[in-house]
T-cell receptor, first 110, second 115 residues
């Protein structure tokens, strides 16, 4: 079977740094994506890792360790508008779909 | 440029009825995927179409079907609705090859409630 596990909820203070973890068990794993979804909104792409290491895009960074079947999303300089759900999603060799994790609801407090 | 558009935004049906959901991809995108998102969970893959051909199907019953038209828009059909079909149905488009490694652009979804 396949699974991607994330913490269900995380709370952090405005201006701080938060890390959202994702551990996966996926046959034929190829890469890991991260999506943000505000309540009532569309999931929007944040980052993608196919190789081990850190990818940085502005305030967001994503990390992948294939040997540990683990990745994380790092959000820096948190803003109130970052309050949303965050999903990791795996893609597999030979497949054309994403397999999404359970999602982490981030709440940013003043 | 317009993003992925879905219609209707909300829909209420009763058990046993049939529903058709529509999606227009970003202009120039040839791939459309459908996902079901139950409240509090991540999106779950239903179908992917590329150049009007089915490229992938998730673990959903035959009551679910889809098609893609020559203009790359798509319809998702669900027959014999069950209470458990209540969910947000998301459409995503991507451009070049339809592979999962391409960045996908999601619409805001159709919220289906089955009573």
């Amino acid at each position: 079977g396949q699974s991607l596990e994330q913490p269900s909820e995380v709370t952090a203070v405005e201006g701080a740094i938060v890390q959202i973890n994702c551990t996966y068990q996926t046959s034929g794993f190829y890469g890991l994506s991260w999506y943000q979804q505000h309540d009532g909104g569309a999931p929007t792409f944040l980052s993608y890792n196919a190789l081990d290491g850190l990818e940085e895009t502005g305030r967001f960074s994503s990390f992948l360790s294939r040997s540990d079947s683990y990745g994380y999303l790092l959000l820096q300089e948190l803003q109130m508008k970052d309050s949303a759900s965050y999903f990791c999603a795996a893609d597999q060799t030979g497949a054309n779909n994403l397999f999404f994790g359970t999602g982490t609801r981030l709440t940013v407090i003043p | 440029d317009a993003g992925v558009t879905q219609s209707p935004t909300h829909l209420i049906k009763t058990r046993g009825q049939h529903v058709t959901l529509r999606c227009s991809p970003i202009s120039g995108h040839k791939s459309v995927s459908w996902y079901q998102q139950v409240l509090g969970q991540g999106p779950q893959f239903i179908f992917q179409y590329y150049e009007k051909e089915e490229r992938g199907r998730g673990n959903f019953p035959d009551r679910f079907s889809a098609r893609q038209f020559p203009n790359y828009s798509s319809e998702l059909n669900v027959n014999a609705l069950l209470l458990g079909d209540s969910a947000l149905y998301l459409c995503a488009s991507s451009g070049k090859t339809g592979g999962a490694r391409e960045r996908m652009f999601f619409g805001s979804g159709t919220q289906l409630s089955v009573l």
